[in-house]
């Protein structure tokens, strides 16, 4: 606990006060201290220097001020309450007449003699002090010590003084009609010192307020008859002291003042970093929803190098939740590619979600990201009896992130890994954003909805610019269900090689293809921008396929063998091997057991789907003319 001695002193028209300071050391301290007790003692400086005089030739000590406070310097959060100690007992006063302002008592040439003679006084001097009035334009500025003698020969009859009138005036931080708290103090300086001038005459008060005298309010006070002096000097030097100040809610309790927005580093980071978010805003997009990206909860499925990628640019964008899934460690070879990544994360063989996490945090400290180390069931992988358990796990905490997120995006490192997270998607309704790398080629792509409830069977292949229900998802074109591809391959076969400016390039698409889709009207329901359509887009700003931030294609392909860039589209499928209908009605009814049978049965998801019936079709060769191959390698 420390104990300080503080003055504070205001502007040119302000005053000095003095008071003191207990700040304590842990906020228990802070709680246990007893207000009444704390401003009887260390309040009682008042009192004395009433009984004393010390207060006639230092009026400043009448207006002590005592705090006690706690600083809680982790939060940035502060705990104070003040006190303004005066006497609780005083007699009772009446107002003789109302209230008024001193442009109305005074004239101009006295009002400006008073406003002077103010502002020469000492700052120490101006809590109290005697304004005396003579004649019609003659007025003085002296000493508190002044008036009291005055009051005390005028109680004994001397003429000469009776022909001036005595105003007692003091600095008043009240804001209301009402005289402030400074009064209480200047009225038992008077009992005390000339008790008999108090209760034979009116009392005229002057409440200064500021630099304008004009405004200043008079008061005339008049104190009911009362004998018994010895009681009131005993009430006075004995009795309870009050003068603790309402919080901010009006209850008698301390203030909490908050910093943190302004002295914690990591706020201080928050508000640098989106700035340019906010500079989008205000010179560009002036409709831009902030809030709606900076709240959004994002799902990272893999953190490689498309995985960290994804990432960053996110944070640009402000986003302030963020969870990465993924199972391996960090080796010497990702460090080049995966840019959260150190080498003594590879020395340690962190895993890639823990290292990420702890980078991601050293950017921006504030922000809530969580990394899980989980291994996804895949369809072809088998699940013998000894995974049983692990892997039912597995699916049930994959459904929990997924169900409590609003995107995820699939940057895994094989094909078959993004099944059970599309089929997810698909069942929940939830943003999905899909990126693939092959050596010089990218695919981004977000997954169209569903509704088992209300969508055709087939979707309408005629329509140019297809809506989000009649979209497909990564699995849509594939004429067989996703296997083990790992199986039989050599090590620079199960590793994607990629030019090393690829994944830049994939991540950032795959970001601002979210950010289009959050900042059009129809979410991930738009209808799919197409190439032949840019134009259009351009001239009709009314045109549905036009969101704040442009059109939301379906899917981007790219290559940076001739530097092109297309948009296509893909069909849904009502035979997708990933979100058909009757998969995910399958998927509703038996949950883990249907991921099982994915896993573990050849042909399962054909079946269920009816892709075997249709590739039995005689017309399957002008069927398959019909549907796009992917041939991108995976991201790894």
């Known amino acids: 606990m420390s104990f300080r001695n503080l003055e504070t002193t205001s502007h040119k028209a302000g005053v000095a006060c003095y008071g003191y300071m207990i700040n304590t050391n842990t906020y228990e301290a802070f709680r246990q201290i007893n207000p009444e007790k704390f401003i009887d003692t260390m309040g009682r400086c008042v009192v004395d220097s009433i009984k004393d005089g010390t207060a006639l030739q230092e009026p400043w000590r009448l207006s002590v001020f005592l705090t006690f406070a706690y600083s809680d310097l982790k939060k940035y959060k502060f705990y104070y309450w003040v006190a303004h100690p005066a006497p609780f007992s005083l007699p009772e006063t009446l107002s003789v007449t109302p209230t008024k302002f001193a442009a109305s008592e005074f004239t101009s040439s006295q009002i400006e003699k008073l406003l002077t003679s103010f502002f020469q006084l000492d700052a120490r001097a101006r809590n109290f002090f005697t304004v005396f009035v003579s004649g019609k334009d003659d007025l003085n500025v002296d000493d508190l010590s002044k008036g009291v003698e005055y009051a005390k020969l005028s109680n004994k009859g001397d003429s000469q003084q009776e022909k001036n009138e005595v105003y007692f005036a003091f600095y008043d931080p009240c804001v209301s009609a009402e005289p402030g708290w400074p009064l209480r103090n200047l009225l038992c300086l008077l009992l005390w010192h000339c008790p008999m001038y108090c209760f034979t005459h009116d009392i005229k008060v002057l409440s200064l307020r500021s630099d304008k005298v004009q405004t200043a309010i008079i008061f005339t006070l008049r104190f009911k008859k009362d004998k018994d002096m010895e009681a009131i000097k005993k009430a006075i030097s004995e009795g309870h002291l009050v003068g603790w100040e309402s919080n901010v809610n009006g209850k008698m309790g301390p203030n909490i003042v908050n910093l943190s927005n302004i002295m914690d580093p990591a706020k201080l980071s928050d508000r640098a970093v989106s700035l ?361």
Request: charged share 20%; glycine share 6%; with cysteine.
């Open 276 to 636: 340019n978010l906010k500079l989008m805003k205000w010179r560009l997009v002036p409709d831009l929803d902030l809030e709606k990206i900076s709240g959004l909860r994002c799902l990272l499925l893999g953190a490689g190098t498309l995985g960290c990628s994804v990432a960053r640019v996110l944070l640009g964008w402000g986003i302030n939740n963020m969870t990465l899934v993924d199972n391996s460690t960090v080796s010497h070879s990702n460090t080049v590619r995966q840019s959260l990544y150190t080498h003594e994360d590879a020395v340690q063989r962190r895993h890639k979600v823990h290292a990420a996490k702890d980078a991601l945090l050293r950017i921006r400290p504030s922000m809530n990201v969580e990394g899980v180390v989980l291994h996804i069931p895949m369809p072809g992988h088998v699940v013998g009896q000894s995974m049983m358990e692990t892997t039912r796990e597995a699916v049930s905490k994959l459904q929990e992130l997924v169900t409590s997120h609003d995107v995820v995006f699939l940057l895994l490192d094989s094909r078959e890994a993004r099944w059970l997270p599309t089929l997810l998607c698909a069942a929940t309704n939830k943003i999905a954003i899909n990126a693939a790398l092959g050596f010089d080629s990218y695919t981004v792509q977000r997954h169209g909805t569903r509704d088992t409830l209300s969508d055709p069977a087939s979707p309408n292949l005629t329509v140019q610019n297809p809506a989000g229900h009649d979209l497909g998802c990564y699995f849509c074109n594939d004429v067989t269900q996703p296997g083990n591809s790992q199986t039989d391959r050599t090590l620079d076969q199960q590793c994607t090689v990629s030019r090393p400016g690829l994944s830049q390039i994939a991540a950032g698409l795959a970001v601002e293809l979210l950010m289009a889709v959050t900042q059009h009207f129809q979410g991930i329901s738009a209808r799919a921008l197409m190439n032949n359509d840019r134009d259009d887009c351009r001239e009709n700003v009314d045109n549905s396929l036009v969101g704040l931030l442009g059109g939301v294609p379906h899917t981007i392909r790219g290559s940076l063998w001739s530097h092109d860039m297309k948009l296509t589209i893909t069909h849904r499928s009502p035979f997708c091997t990933a979100c058909s209908t009757p998969l995910i009605k399958e998927y509703r009814q038996r949950d883990f057991a249907f991921v099982l049978d994915a896993c573990n049965m050849p042909n399962y998801l054909e079946k269920l789907s009816g892709l075997e019936e249709v590739l039995k079709r005689s017309d399957l060769d002008e069927l398959c003319y019909t549907m796009e191959t992917s041939s991108e390698d995976e991201e790894s």
